[in-house]
Structure formats: C-alpha cells, structure tokens
Nanobody
Framework: QVQLVESGGGLVQAGGSLRLSCAAS????????MGWFRQAPGKEREFVAA????????YYKDSVKGRFTISRDNAKNTVYLQMDSLKPEDTAVYYC??????????????????WGQGTQVTVSS
C-alpha cells in the first residue's frame, strides 16, 4: 500500500488553471503507475490521466487532452496534474491513484491499489 496525499484543489473561473500535487509515502513509488481520477456529484468515478514509472508514458481521458498534463518526479515521490483551460464540467473531487506496474487509458477504479483522500476542484462559469 502506498499512502497518497493530494493538495492544490480550489475554486477557479472557467479558463483558469490549477495544479494538483500528490505526495506518496513509499520509496517503491518509482515502480508504481500513478494517475488521477475524478468524481462529480451523482456520477461514477472516472479515469482522467495516468503516467507510467518506467518510460513516463502518459495517457488521458479524451475530454482533457490538450488541457491537462500529468507528470511525475520519482526523486520526490510526487505526481502532478496541471490543469489549464478549465471548464465547469471539470468540477469534481479529484483523487490521486496508484498501482504496481503498468497503467493506461483502460485503468478502471476497481484496478486502483491505493487512493488519496481527494481534493475538490470547482470551476465557475
């Protein structure tokens, strides 16, 4: 199990930017696939972005491509989600996620090994 702590959520106007951070507790972070999911009120939790540990390959939900950027710093055990050109439909609780091995766009919530506590992102119109 990897302990994950998110930060960086908040309220922003449409078109604005936020950067989420997720700090992991375990040194084996470098061997974990990392990513972000989100859950809006009344909706299921959904995949947003992922990054692999071995080649830093990245994957995104179609609706955030070109606006969101995921990155990781293995030396700091931290993964980031830079969110630009935010839209009201991006409003949700964002969760950091981790699992040993490979991750991709097919990463389902049931396949997540560790979750963060979640951070609220609200985009006003």
């Amino acid at each position: 199990q990897v302990q994950l702590v998110e930060s960086g959520g908040g309220l922003v106007q449409a078109g604005g930017s936020l950067r989420l951070s997720c700090a992991a507790s375990r040194r084996a972070f470098s061997a974990y696939g990392m990513g972000w999911f989100r859950q809006a009120p009344g909706k299921e939790r959904e995949f947003v972005a992922a990054i692999n540990w071995y080649d830093f390959s990245t994957y995104y939900k179609d609706s955030v491509k070109g606006r969101f950027t995921i990155s990781r710093d293995n030396a700091k055990n931290t993964v980031y989600l830079q969110m630009d050109s935010l839209k009201p439909e991006d409003t949700a609780v964002y969760y950091c996620a981790a699992r040993p091995g490979r991750v991709g766009t097919d990463w389902a919530p049931s396949q997540v090994g560790s979750w963060g506590q979640g951070t609220q992102v609200t985009v006003s119109s």
